[in-house]
């Protein structure tokens, strides 16, 4: 029969643009996160992360805002390019584990 | 340093077989996680390991599935016997420190049981 794999959030934005990928985690009680990006056939390769006692960091050309009132992560990505598509996880750190979310698909448009 | 290395990229075994896949953890990282990824389930984590001792193993999916890390520079992670549920991409990731810490993922292995 048909399989059913998870309903991966996708984003498509022009080259150029500002993107904006979202993510809610689910403890409160997590301390440190860290947003991966997967390209096809690799592994996850971290971006930037920021920890809990923060609410903002900035990288080359990302930014990561973390809400924890409504356990709430974004990355912003500056003036996107083609080499950014691909797909975005962030991941939480909860004692020594990370858990990881679904995952957003960006597409970049030339 | 060459990252976290896992062999074999690619994997196609029967059912009923025994499939072994391997991990090169980066050179001085005392913390080692075993995660698959499928479609139906993202990215799961298996087992994990500090010091080369298994610390929670509480993600592996059946007694079917087993691993080891008989010292700092090595893992494998054992199916036998192999299933097609068991089809997925493996990744071995490895950090220094756990809590707080990066993990830096390797290649992955993927893995189709026909």
């Known amino acids: 029969g048909e399989s059913v794999g998870l309903h991966l959030p996708t984003l498509s934005v022009q080259e150029g643009d500002n993107s904006i990928i979202n993510c809610a985690y689910s403890?409160?009680?997590?301390?440190?996160f860290i947003w991966y990006k997967q390209e096809s056939g690799k592994g996850p390769q971290f971006i930037i992360d920021?920890?809990?006692?923060?609410d903002k960091r900035q990288g080359q050309r990302v930014t990561v805002l973390l809400n924890k009132t409504v356990k709430h992560l974004s990355l912003q990505i500056a003036a996107t390019q083609p080499g950014d598509s691909a797909v975005y996880f962030c991941?939480?750190?909860?004692?020594?584990?990370?858990?990881f979310g679904t995952g957003t698909s960006l597409t970049v448009i030339p | 340093d060459a990252g976290v290395i896992q062999s074999p990229r690619h994997e196609v075994t029967e059912m009923g077989q025994e499939v072994t896949l391997r991990c090169k953890p980066i050179?001085?990282?005392?913390?080692l996680f075993w995660y698959r990824q499928t479609m139906m389930r993202g990215l799961e984590l298996l087992i994990y390991?500090?010091?080369?001792?298994?610390?929670?193993d509480s993600g592996m999916p059946e007694d079917r599935f087993s691993a080891k890390m008989p010292n700092a520079s090595f893992s494998t992670l054992k199916i036998q016997p192999s299933e097609p549920r068991d089809s997925a991409v493996y990744f071995c990731?490895?950090?220094?420190?756990?809590?707080?810490?990066?993990?830096?993922f390797g290649q992955g292995t993927r893995l189709t049981v026909v």
């Open positions: 403890n409160s009680a997590s301390d440190y």
């Open positions: 390991f500090n010091n080369n001792v298994p610390i929670d």
């Open positions: 991941a939480e750190n909860t004692g020594n584990q990370f858990y």
């Open positions: 920021i920890r809990s006692n923060m």
């Open positions: 050179s001085g990282h005392d913390y």
């Open positions: 990731a490895s950090s220094l420190g756990g809590q707080g810490r990066e993990a830096f």
